[in-house]
């Protein structure tokens, strides 16, 4: 009895705060699984977390204790266990740039500079290093991502300290550079004769018939999640507040909603400083432009 005792003990302290997920259109519930699509509507699955619970445990002294590194809000990531991979991703330095702001008229302007992130210099290590102690906690034993460069060298780092096998799929044509830095970590690399989408498209059939995490598809919901540290840093680093406007760069917008989940949060658990009264906006190249147009 005492044995058993410990297990569960122990078992429980494992645990996080996810509830399961929810699908984001109709509100349907589900459990914490490898899926990303809504079986009813088909709108697209999101993490459902334990506010409460979280609030009993998060405070500014317990963040400001926490390591310099994206887990210090390790109770507001997507986990059940700690993190397998990634241990130096995230708390980059958000910089204030005076003489831009002095050119463009603006007397407080901040750059947050994720050039700077571990292992491969993209804030793609934040979401990966979730995406990948995700899939290790599902038994997962091979990553694999549809990319154009960040995404591939980041999946393909993680999973080489992870110690797992991945299958990285990408456009014929891309540069050599980026393909040079996924290759460096023993990746086993895809190219794929079509556009972006089609790669896409390939990999969710492949996703279908083999036993593989892909982070941006079934392990999605998780995946996402991570950048919500983005904003729990810009918040913590402004001195508990948020911005009066926040530019974002964007592709196919998850940024940019997890930014806005992230320092609602912070304001539901009574960690700043007032109330959210940020304006978000999209910044999107002509040339690739889905949510701008």
């Not at 459990?31 to 506010?51: N, Q, R, S």
């Not at 708390?91 to 571990?118: C, E, Q």
Request: charged share 20%; glycine share 8%; proline share 4%.
């Amino acid at each position: 009895d005492i044995l058993a005792f410990i297990n569960i003990f122990k078992k429980d302290d494992l645990m996080g705060y996810v509830k399961g997920l929810k699908c984001r259109e109709c509100k349907k519930e589900f459990p914490t699984e490898p899926i990303h699509v809504c079986e009813f509507c088909f709108g697209p699955l999101e993490v459902d977390y334990d506010y409460d619970k979280i609030s009993k445990q998060v405070t500014r002294k317990s963040i400001l204790s926490g390591p310099p590194s994206m887990w210090r809000y390790k109770e507001l990531m997507p986990l059940d266990e700690e993190n397998k991979v990634g241990k130096h991703v995230g708390f980059t330095p958000l910089v204030r740039a005076k003489n831009l702001g002095k050119a463009l008229g603006l007397s407080k302007l901040y750059i947050k500079n994720d050039s700077v992130n571990h292992p491969t210099f993209s804030f793609k290590d934040r979401v990966v290093a979730v995406a990948v102690s995700k899939a290790i906690e599902f038994g997962f034993d091979t990553i694999s991502c549809a990319s154009t460069g960040n995404l591939a060298n980041s999946v393909a780092a993680h999973s080489a300290e992870a110690g797992l096998k991945s299958f990285i799929f990408i456009p014929v044509g891309l540069e050599s550079g980026k393909i040079l830095g996924t290759n460096i970590y023993g990746t086993q690399l895809v190219a794929i004769n079509g556009s972006y989408d089609d790669v896409n498209r390939l990999c969710s059939e492949v996703a279908a018939r083999h036993n593989w995490a892909f982070v941006n598809i079934n392990i999605r919901p998780y995946y996402g999640d991570g950048s919500k540290s983005y904003g729990y840093e810009i918040a913590e680093q402004l001195g508990w507040k948020t911005p009066d406007n926040v530019i974002v760069p964007v592709a196919g917008s998850s940024l940019i909603t997890k930014i806005w989940k992230a320092f609602h949060e912070f304001e539901y658990l009574g960690l700043l400083n007032g109330k959210v009264q940020s304006k978000i906006f999209a910044a999107q190249a002509t040339g690739c432009s889905p949510v701008t147009n």
